[in-house]
């Protein structure tokens, strides 16, 4: 198999096993598994409760300094539902503005700190999850800590279905 043919299959398949790590680490910390869905996953902790729709990045080869991922949690005794969580590449610059753009109709300035990055209010939640059903991909960028831009990208192919999978999971907590 030459190189560039090895470096495709690599892309390809990275997003399956990713969903597959997140399946096999699942039953490690009592999660119930609500299916798979293209590039994203479902899942309901019964411990908390919460339910969340989450998605590894897409593989890159630069340097990380965390497991990038984005989720989608509902936390119904808290009444909170479809609140967006990404977990960044890399650390953040102090006091660094963090983008993120969802196809190629939204584009809004995020909040975090650290190695995290959320929406900064409700409506901004509900904004990107209507934008993510029908995007193809979501992309985030920032500085990190080194002063470097990084961009981590997101496929969205099962984002919807596995939103909804977690918000149904949830619907009979109380």
């Known amino acids: 198999m030459t190189s560039s043919i090895r470096k495709y299959t690599a892309r390809m398949l990275a997003p399956v096993l ?3 790590l997140l399946l096999q680490a699942a039953p490690i910390s009592a999660k119930d598994n609500l299916g798979v869905y293209s590039d994203w996953g479902a899942f309901r902790d019964p411990q908390t409760p919460r339910c969340y729709a989450i998605a590894l990045a897409r593989p890159d080869n630069r340097p990380h300094d965390y497991q990038p991922y984005a989720a989608v949690g ?3 005794r808290q009444g909170l539902r479809n609140q967006l969580h990404f977990r960044l590449s890399r650390k953040l610059a102090p006091n660094a503005s963090i983008s993120l753009s969802v196809g190629r109709n939204l584009r809004v300035v995020l909040t975090g700190g ?3 990055a959320w929406a900064q209010d409700k409506r901004m939640d509900a904004a990107i999850i209507a934008a993510m059903r029908s995007a193809g991909e979501m992309l985030v960028n920032a500085l990190d800590a080194r002063g470097r831009s990084f ?6 192919a099962g984002a919807a279905t596995a939103i909804d999978a977690a918000t149904v999971g949830c619907a009979q907590i109380k």
Not at 151 to 156: A, K, P
């Open 114 to 116: 650290g190695g995290d």
């Open 74 to 76: 509902t936390w119904p």
């Open 18 to 20: 990713a969903v597959g």
């Open 151 to 156: 961009t981590d990208v997101y496929s969205l």
